[in-house]
Nanobody
């Protein structure tokens, strides 16, 4: 019943920026923790970033720390991933996911996220 839909992917040059959106259904969105994951060609899915229910607590993978910013607008039932200084290594399908547990700390394990979007392609040209 819960649905997550990503958008905003595309093709950008190395060093460029891109903003991804994750629109969620359900009136409990504001209580969910939201995570972003990505899967690069030929690689397994990896954690990118996560955000708590209030937006005040975030967590980032070391590979994106300082370059990516996760945020959310609970009034719009939407989470975002602002990506800057993009590298070719960032090329991947990016998916958002929801963790309904509301337990700290924020999880980087995909098994803790119950709901997933279909993913949006991000391609960074070198």
């Amino acid at each position: 019943q819960v649905q997550l839909v990503e958008s905003g992917g595309g093709l950008v040059h190395s060093g460029g920026s891109l903003r991804l959106s994750c629109a969620a259904s359900g009136r409990t969105f504001s209580s969910w923790f939201i995570g972003w994951f990505r899967r690069a060609p030929g690689k397994e899915r990896e954690f990118v970033a996560a955000i708590g229910w209030s937006g005040g607590t975030t967590k980032y993978a070391d590979s994106v720390k300082g370059r990516f910013t996760i945020s959310r607008d609970n009034a719009k039932n939407t989470a975002y991933l602002q990506m800057t200084t993009l590298k070719s290594e960032d090329t991947a399908v990016y998916s958002c996911a929801a963790d309904p547990r509301r337990k700290w700390p924020l999880s980087s394990q995909e098994t803790n996220y119950d709901y997933w979007g279909q993913g949006t392609q991000v391609t960074v040209s070198s």
